[in-house]
């Protein structure tokens, strides 16, 4: 099994690295051509307006539009504003693969960023709770009817699904633990 | 009191593989976001301004900072003087999302950089080789950027310090643990830090490029030769078409294995900085050999 990283820019490596540690291979994708083949993608951290931009300069907003409307894809911070359906702060455009509402950079600046245990919502999960890397971090304000939430912060979502795709505003590469990119590995296998 | 380095080195992380342009005012940093910029430097004068005026080069003027603030949604970097950490403060209450303790000002103390550890806002300090990288991570700095030649418009620095660090980084890897020692001694760094590096084979922190960008091919090289970024400075706002080589450089940068893409990039792109010749430049007016 192959999962995609969106490589265009941003905290790509460390996606890369614990894909490796649970043993699976994965595939920067630049191009159109990058997404044939993968079971899933993950679309990463960095700055959404670089992203949305490069995007649509090559050809791979269609293609990737495309793929993360029918694949398992996760979205952390800036990739979970790409998978937005609205996004606001400023208003910008993306590829609307789910049905939330995000505001970009909604705790502040980077004097504002912060690391937190997080909980996990119910009992969908085997875990006591995890660390939470939120870095200029976008605030999901809206959740459509089938969106569950899978982890939250001073009550607001902070991780959310809808069927196979996922979006998180804080970065769990950036934590010791695998567990969240098992869970998304988990999806991936589930869709083959 | 060490603020989470995590979230330091996090920030440095997410721009990687962006492009960081150095502005003036509200209207460059717009053109910057535009097209593409991942953040944005705030600072007083651009370089090659700096060397052909003269005169002491600050931080830039708060109400300049904060307009640009105001204008871009992504972060904003400012530069304060080597040592000079009441404008680091500064900029850390205006609320900037990095700062660059730069060579590019003139420096405030010529013998102690700021200490780093002290701040929540992250740094980014420039070097020339891995013993000056790991000091400035000694104190506390969550990105490198090789320091070039700022506002030359020749990439002939960048690529030396890119390779210097390259080379002692690998050179590092081969060696045995009691070695380790006398390579911290040589290099001036600390233990912990060379050790770190031996076993990774990299530093602990992103590592960007600077001083003497000025085409998309200048960009892709960088990328190259290691850099997992680019500053650039002068290049953009002193070519003929700044927008349309700002555009240009991030494009490069994201797609410099991809050299036709790097190739289309590069047409139509008018007149790019004159540039200087780095070897007619006095020692003095060497700014890479601020700080040590």
Redesign the interface.
Known sequence: MLIGIL????????HGEKLKNLGIESRLV??PKDLTGLAGMILP???S??ML??LK??GLWDDLKLFVSEKPCWGL??GAILLANEVT??NQDSLKAMDIGIV??AY????E???SPLKPSSDWMDLESIEG?F??APKIKRTGSQVKTLFTFEGEPVMVQEGNKLASTF?PE?SESNKLHQYFVKLCQESL | MAF?M??KT??A??????VIMDVVNAEQAKIA?K?????VMALERIPADIRKEGGVARMSPTDKVLEI?EVV???VMAKARIGHFVEAMIL?SL????VDESEVLTPADEQYHIDKFQF???FVCGARNLGEALRRIGEGAAMIRTKGEAGSGNIVEAVRHLRALRTQIRRLTTLGREELVNESKELGAPLALVEWVAANGKLPVPNFAAGGVATPADAALCRWLGAESVFVGSGIFKSQDPEKLAHAV??AT??YQ?IK?VSECSKGLGTAMKGLDVHLLKAEERLSERGW
Do not use: W, Y
């Open positions: 490589a265009l820019q941003g905290a790509v490596d460390p630049k191009h951290g960095g700055e307006s670089t931009h490069l300069l090559r911070c800036a702060s400023p970009r950079n502040g600046r980077q004097n960023s912060f690391v890397v870095i200029r970065h950036l | 989470e995590k979230l996090g920030l992380e997410m721009l990687k593989g962006g976001e097209a593409g910029a991942v953040a603030m949604s992504i972060p850390e609320g900037v999302d990095f929540k806002v992250p991030v494009e994201t797609h991809d893409v």
